[in-house]
C-alpha cells in the first residue's frame, strides 16, 4: 500500500486492509478445506496438503 493511495482512499472514506507477509498462516487451514469440498463433490481423487514450511523471515523475542 503506497502513501498516496492510502491517501485518496482515506480521503473517500473508504477502509483499507494491508495484511502484510505471512499472513497465509492464518488462512491454510481453510483454503483446505474449502478446496477439499470442491475435490470431494467434484468426485476426484486428489488429496490436499498443507504446507509446514515457515516462511516468516522475522523472529519476534
Known sequence: M???VAHDAM?????IVDPGHNVEKIMKQAVKERITTFIEA???DTEVVVSKVHTDPFQFV
Open 42 to 44: 467434484k468426485k476426484y
Open 2 to 4: 503506497y502513501y498516496h
Open 11 to 15: 480521503m473517500d472514506g473508504l477502509s
